[in-house]
T-cell receptor, first 111, second 112 residues
Framework: DAGITQSPRYKITETGRQVTLMCHQT?????MFWYRQDLGHGLRLIYY???????DKGEVPDGYVVSRSKTENFPLTLESATRSQTSVYFC??????????FGPGTRLTVT | DAKTTQPPSMDCAEGRAANLPCNHS???????VYWYRQIHSQGPQYIIH???NNETNEMASLIITEDRKSSTLILPHATLRDTAVYYC?????????????FGQGTILTVHP
């Protein structure tokens, strides 16, 4: 299917475990982004990428790692999950000069 | 990126126009005004954006004041499905990253 997808949609994990959230887009957009949204708050930027192998930190990068070996994929890894990382995670992509398109989100609970 | 100020909530009757204001008094010359909305817990959805001229698309109209320090998003005939959080965001567009800094937005409730 064309568009931007995220997997899994829901995930429960334990404190200290590593978890990877996947993001895939079919448009070959150059830019990709990861945001988190906590209850009652707006979205905050975690990491972003301008192209394959080019990534940069956003507003709240601590505790997260990203990679971008292929243009269409932008996985987000929590190396050692903490309860404070319980959140809804949104991935987005953007072509140069155009608006961002968001995925459906992954709801992550860390117990 | 310039900060924006929006009212925390607004109400609108179904079928009427919804006019959502946004102040961005520190906007720079190369920054665009973008509007997104988020329905319930879905991913944000792009609505419209503009630099200095008024813009219209199939979803909404964007009116930007001549000094660019404020703007208004207009949903011409609001429906119940337009109930959402509306975010006004100022960011550099074009070939820049176009990073979005989300504030608290305006909760628009459309009543029958």
């Amino acid at each position: 299917d064309a568009g931007i997808t995220q997997s899994p949609r829901y995930k429960i994990t334990e404190t200290g475990r590593q978890v990877t959230l996947m993001c895939h887009q079919t448009w070959s957009h150059s830019y990709m982004f990861w945001y988190r949204q906590d209850l009652g708050h707006g979205l905050r930027l975690i990491y972003y990428s301008a192209a394959a192998d080019i990534t940069d930190k956003g507003e709240v990068p601590d505790g997260y790692v990203v990679s971008r070996s292929k243009t269409e994929n932008f996985p987000l890894t929590l190396e050692s999950a903490t309860r404070s990382q319980t959140s809804v995670y949104f991935c987005a992509s953007r072509a140069v000069g155009y608006e961002q398109y968001f995925g459906p989100g992954t709801r992550l609970t860390v117990t | 990126d310039a900060k924006t100020t929006q009212p925390p909530s607004m109400d609108c009757a179904e079928g009427r126009a919804a006019n959502l204001p946004c102040n961005h008094s520190t906007i720079s010359g190369n920054e665009y005004v973008y509007w997104y909305r988020q329905i319930h817990s879905q991913g944000p959805q792009y609505i419209i954006h503009g630099l200095k001229n008024n813009e219209t698309n199939e979803m909404a109209s964007l009116i930007i004041t001549e000094d660019r320090k404020s703007s208004t998003l207009i949903l011409p005939h609001a429906t119940l499905r337009d109930t959402a959080v509306y975010y006004c965001i100022v960011t550099a567009g074009g070939t820049s990253y176009g990073k979005l800094t989300f504030g608290q937005g305006t909760i628009l409730t459309v009543h029958p």
